[in-house]
């Protein structure tokens, strides 16, 4: 989709969707460590983590289908669930990242891990933007719908003006 139809139908470009990107997933993110650690003191931390996990991916969601990607309006379930996916998927890859270090690193120190988690991190962050962007919100429509859509309001602005009656007379008997 190019960047003028992209502005004309109120989408974002790529940086700017990008932009907003990285800060709903930040500051969801940034909420969701405090959160975990809350409601950590009331139950195992695993079971906090996989519920804070669930409620911030839904938000995210909820945010990137509102703002970051310019629809301005609710995630349907079918986003939602693509969008759980690509952040299990983000998820698999950090996790593996920090197993393969652990199998080429026998003690790694703090920096390396954190250097490690981190940068699989934003390697996941850019392949799920990436995935939201053209596959979870994308905007497909049909050319042929475009004009289909045309068409019809060409037709009706032509019957609502008694200057073309006949015009309408000639297209309805064809």
Do not use: K
Request: with cysteine; hydrophobic share 55%.
């Amino acid at each position: 989709m190019g960047t003028a139809q992209r502005q004309q139908q109120g989408e974002p470009g790529n940086t700017t969707a990008f932009a907003r990107f990285v800060l709903c997933g930040g500051a969801v993110g940034l909420a969701s460590s405090f959160a975990v650690a809350a409601l950590a003191s009331w139950i195992p931390w695993s079971l906090a983590n996989a519920l804070i996990a669930v409620v911030s991916t839904l938000l995210a969601t909820e945010l990137h289908a509102r703002f970051t990607f310019g629809a301005g309006m609710r995630a349907t379930r079918r986003q939602h669930a693509q969008a759980a996916g690509s952040a299990a998927a983000a998820y698999v890859g950090t996790c593996a990242a920090m197993f393969v270090l652990q199998q080429l690193v026998v003690e790694p120190g703090a920096v390396l891990e954190q250097v490690v988690y981190l940068s699989a991190s934003a390697l996941a962050g850019i392949a799920r933007f990436a995935v939201l962007r053209l596959v979870v919100f994308a905007r497909h429509r049909p050319h042929s719908a475009a004009i289909d859509r045309t068409a019809r309001l060409a037709h009706a602005t032509v019957a609502h003006d008694p200057a073309h009656a006949d015009t309408v007379a000639l297209h309805h008997a064809a």
